[in-house]
């Protein structure tokens, strides 16, 4: 299973959210680019850049992006406001992968085209939700479309690559949602990332027996509570 820190971008410093709200945020010490070079001299296997601003609409962190893919040698996968040809497109240039959710959701014919042009293993399918709803537009909208059912189409479309995150449980520290991470990494064809709650080694443990395929680290690395050589173990 891979363990992958998360950094996430709000006016070119690095956050956290709790819950995704951007009136609940902790701001942390050091450079994006800093910060992504610890957690790959730590061991990290890749990194999750989130561009928070592009997400919410409040702006871009564009710059702060390519510092970091500039910076290490240990791919990466971007996501955070990518709803354009034009934008996935320039992520991909310089990442491994691309991570797409509301443009998923969106705009089903950019997202064929997308997939004959990138092909599956370069793009993640994004599904946040509440309480097994798909939640798009930075959690804001909730599209009303089950879980299980919408990864279903994806994998139908040809895709096999996931990302998965109760919202509710985001910055929390209150454990994942493992519950429908097993549901979703029960699906045939289904790669999936676990992300929202961990709180420490129990939890990493937790997500691997549910079978997922790698797990985001974000609050509790940051605040000491777990370090990517316990979560490998």
Known sequence: MKIIPAVDLMGGKVVRLY?????????YDGSPADTAKKWEADGADMLHIVDLDATLGLGSNHSSVKDILNSVSIPAEVAGGLRS???????????RRVVLG?????????LS??????????????????????????????TGAPLIESMN????????????????????????????????????GANVIASGGISGAGDVRDVRDAGASGV??????????ISIREARQ
């Open 102 to 110: 509301t443009l998923a959701f969106d705009d089903r014919e950019l």
């Open 113 to 142: 085209s997308l997939l004959a042009e990138l092909g599956p293993e370069r793009m993640v399918i994004s599904v946040d939700h509440r309480d097994g709803q798909v939640v798009v537009g930075g959690w804001k909208k909730n």
């Open 85 to 95: 040809r034009e934008m996935v497109m320039d992520a991909a240039a310089s990442a």
């Open 216 to 225: 985001i680290l974000g609050r509790a690395l940051y605040e000491g509570m």
């Open 153 to 188: 189409k994806f994998l139908d479309m040809g895709f096999t690559e996931f990302l998965l995150t109760n919202v509710g449980r985001d910055g929390t520290l209150e454990g994942p949602d493992l519950e429908y991470l097993r549901q979703a990494c029960g699906l045939r």
């Open 19 to 27: 819950q995704g709200d951007p009136e609940q945020k902790t701001v």
